[in-house]
């Protein structure tokens, strides 16, 4: 979700298109593997499965849409994109690259934040959109997900068909291949927990030590031998061990073979504020309260078995010139007096900030809700805006130093982007029923998550704009090195919102490593996870999992 206002509130089967002829740099190598899936696992895996490994080269018009992200920023100019339709086709692919030494990356839904997918090193993009389907697999009795498919094609199907639903993002065109393997939460997880939480098994196409791709289901269950890969995808983020082209989903508790008891059933109808408040009446004094009183809110009111579980917040603090601070607030709209809870959170903001708010609450049904907040704001869905993002996890509400930090950088006069800002995103509940070593992700005891951004159209401007950023950022967390280290307050950075900046020294200043902000004590089984599972570190980034040292 980004900065919020007011105001703003492929080709058929078969099909190999611009590929490179017999010998190229893309055409099948000698001796090159075509593979198939480990096992024929559910409705995905039976679609049709005739036809040619699409691939689009520079020759092609459709080779320009398919070489950058979300964020412009980010580019690439691979000798092809690959667009595969199977998991025979994702082997097909990953051995082809592997076989000719090149560079191999993942496109999901295309919202990473750094440059992991595109960069200049690239050689080959899998671009996963055309795997997209959703269904139930009666066999594993849980829900299957193609890695390819956005979040909003997961709510609808299963929420239409079943009644279902996973507790994940609000941004609905983010394709769940990545959400998923970096933790994955949204508007219903103070409620349900983490979408990993949920996840039942993945089909994940690795490379083995003799150089030989292959498509590995790992599962949750005691005995299953790869359970450690099952583990490494419940938010140890993506572009590490392979390619994900399949997700199941059941609840670890759920029983029976009912679909529909075998995820979290959201509330027929939300409610949904978003209040907003003046910046022309607005005072240090009064910004300093709004924030105290918003922390101190989250920190009584974040146990799993709160009773407000079921109300989840993002709290816009924008920079001045955007001419006002914003609240999205979501109740479920099916507990007593949901309407009064609503009403009584922001008034409680109000009477903190010493200004009154305009926007009232309105009740929505579920699906509506979520198709409302996903498309809602036109920043989070325009295309040319270049971006920057940094993370923070935080175990209590802010410090003093803190807040005044925020509100310097806020009314900065040598910066007037109305588009940055940094959005106060409450955590908890749920999520903190979980051990810190049972997922991947380990900040388990969050009251909040924090997304400082700023979105910005011309090339020219990206100093300035990552500048203020940087600034912004390093000062808030002056006292521990420019990051949000863990300790008693903050908790560290959330991989699906990377951050190149931790990995440099100048920015970074804290002899706390990128990884140890990411992964906390995770990090090293994730490490021996990559060794067993990518030992020849084909698949990486600038920030991917590191093998274990002395193994390369």
Not at 442 to 456: E, G, M, N, V
Not at 489 to 498: L, R
């Amino acid at each position: 979700m980004r900065n919020l206002s007011r105001r703003t509130f492929v080709a058929g089967a078969g099909a190999t298109v611009g590929a490179a002829t017999a010998g190229g740099l893309l055409a099948p190598a000698a001796g090159a593997v075509a593979g198939s899936a480990a096992e024929d696992a559910g409705p995905a895996s039976r679609a049709v499965r005739n036809g040619d490994l699409i691939t689009v080269t520079a020759e092609n018009p459709r080779y320009i849409d398919l070489i950058s992200g979300f964020n412009p920023r980010w580019e690439a100019r691979p000798k092809g994109v690959r667009l595969p339709r199977t998991t025979a086709q994702v082997v097909q692919a990953v051995q082809d690259a592997a076989d000719r030494r090149q560079r191999l990356t993942v496109r999901g839904g295309g919202h990473c934040y750094e440059d992991f997918v595109y960069n200049p090193e690239v050689e080959v993009v899998v671009d996963m959109n055309l795997m997209d389907a959703v269904g139930y697999d009666p066999g594993r009795r849980a829900f299957e997900v193609e890695a390819g498919a956005t979040l909003l094609k997961v709510y609808q199907t299963l929420y239409e068909g079943w009644g279902v639903t996973v507790p994940g993002g609000v941004c609905y065109a983010v394709g769940v291949g990545g959400h998923v393997q970096g933790g994955g939460y949204g508007n219903l997880s103070r409620k349900h927990g983490l979408v990993v939480d949920h996840l039942y098994a993945i089909e994940v196409v690795t490379l083995d030590a003799d150089g030989r791709a292959r498509a590995v289901v790992a599962t949750r269950e005691p005995g299953d031998p790869h359970r450690d890969l099952w583990w490494a995808h419940t938010g140890g983020g993506g572009g590490n061990f392979g390619v994900v082209t399949r997700y199941w989903f059941r609840s670890p508790d759920a029983t029976g073979s009912n679909p529909s008891d075998l995820l979290p059933k959201p509330p027929a109808e939300v409610l949904i504020a978003i209040p907003s408040w003046s910046w022309e009446n607005i005072t240090q004094r009064g910004f300093t309260s709004m924030v105290r009183h918003y922390g101190a809110w989250f920190e009584q009111n974040s146990a799993p078995d709160s009773v407000y579980n079921g109300l989840t917040s993002w709290l816009f603090l924008n920079h001045k010139v955007s001419g006002s601070l914003v609240l999205l607030l979501q109740v479920n709209g099916d507990v007593p007096q949901a309407e009064q809870r609503a009403n009584d959170f922001v008034q409680g903001l109000s009477d903190a900030l010493g200004v009154p708010h305009q926007g009232e609450v309105v009740r929505l049904p579920w699906l509506k809700a979520v198709k409302y907040i996903g498309t809602m704001d036109a920043t989070q869905t325009n295309p040319q805006l270049r971006a920057g993002h940094k993370s923070a996890y935080m175990r209590r509400g802010f410090p003093e130093n803190q807040i005044a930090a925020i509100w310097k950088h806020l009314t900065r006069t040598d910066y007037a982007n109305p588009r940055g800002g940094v959005a106060v995103i409450s955590f908890g509940g749920r999520i903190n029923s979980v051990a810190p070593g049972a997922t991947a992700l380990p900040q388990r005891d969050a009251i909040f998550k924090l997304l400082y951004q700023t979105y910005w159209t011309a090339p020219a401007d990206d100093a300035p704009n990552t500048a203020w950023l940087q600034d912004f950022y390093r000062e808030v967390y002056g006292d521990t090195g420019g990051v949000p280290v863990s300790n008693r307050v903050t908790d560290g950075c959330y991989i699906n919102y990377a951050d190149r900046d931790l990995s440099d020294p100048q920015q970074n200043t804290s002899n706390v490593p990128w990884s140890t902000l990411y992964y906390k004590d995770n990090y090293p089984r994730l490490q021996r996870i990559k060794q067993q599972y990518d030992p020849k570190d084909f698949f990486r980034h600038r920030q991917s999992i590191r093998l274990p040292r002395g193994t390369r």
